[in-house]
């Protein structure tokens, strides 16, 4: 199979409940699955307001910012400031956080794995790299600035653009800019 592209300008944004923002989903397994059902989701999110995050039980969360002066927040009462870009942020999905932004809308990258079924990671990457999938796995590598290209398909990623490798989808990129890999692994028994 080759790896599958997944390019920015295909998503479909979708506002809030509570008006706070709009979620642009990049990919999801399985494939279709919606909030209550998926094992990993992955998504851009434009942030515009101050306010409480919604809760994802049983979901482990990695936040990213991309774009903006960042977000103050607080996780079961612990403050966390999310200021510097391109500096993931992992947090308990279920547990209750608010948001308050510092000084003006933001974008950020999110990940979201069920915590019984699976495992992410997120590494930033700024220089050339290979990605090699190992049994069981998956890669989603999604371009946060500047462009990428995936050498062995002959694929130019720009901005927000993604690709999704899987076992045996191994390739290299060369990286003009800043490139968030993210391993995603079914936990063992699983």
């Known amino acids: 199979m080759a790896p599958q592209i997944l390019r920015a300008e295909d998503r ?20 279709g699955a919606g909030t209550e059902d ?36 607080t996780v079961a009462g ?7 870009p391109y500096e993931p942020f ?9 948001c308050r932004l510092l000084g003006g809308p933001i974008v950020d990258f999110n990940v979201m794995v069920r ?27 999604i371009v946060l600035d500047g462009s990428a290209v995936l050498r062995h398909a002959s694929v130019r990623l720009g901005r927000l653009d993604a690709v999704l490798l899987r076992e045996g989808e191994g390739d290299s990129f060369g990286v003009d800019g800043v490139l968030a890999v993210v391993d995603l692994a079914a936990r063992p028994g699983r």
């Open 38 to 73: 998926f094992l990993w989701r992955v998504s851009v999110a434009d942030v515009a307001g101050d306010g409480p995050f919604s809760a994802f039980a049983g979901v482990d969360r990695i936040i990213t910012l991309v774009d903006g002066p960042g977000m103050a927040l």
């Open 12 to 31: 479909t944004p979708a506002p809030w409940k509570n008006g706070g923002g709009v979620t642009s989903e990049v990919a999801v397994h399985p494939q």
């Open 115 to 141: 915590r019984a079924e699976m495992t992410a990671r997120v590494r930033v990457v700024r220089s050339d790299t290979s990605v090699r999938p190992a049994a069981g796995t998956g890669v989603l590598a």
């Open 90 to 98: 992992a947090f308990p999905g279920d547990a209750v956080t608010e």
């Open 78 to 84: 612990a403050a966390h400031k999310v200021d510097a």
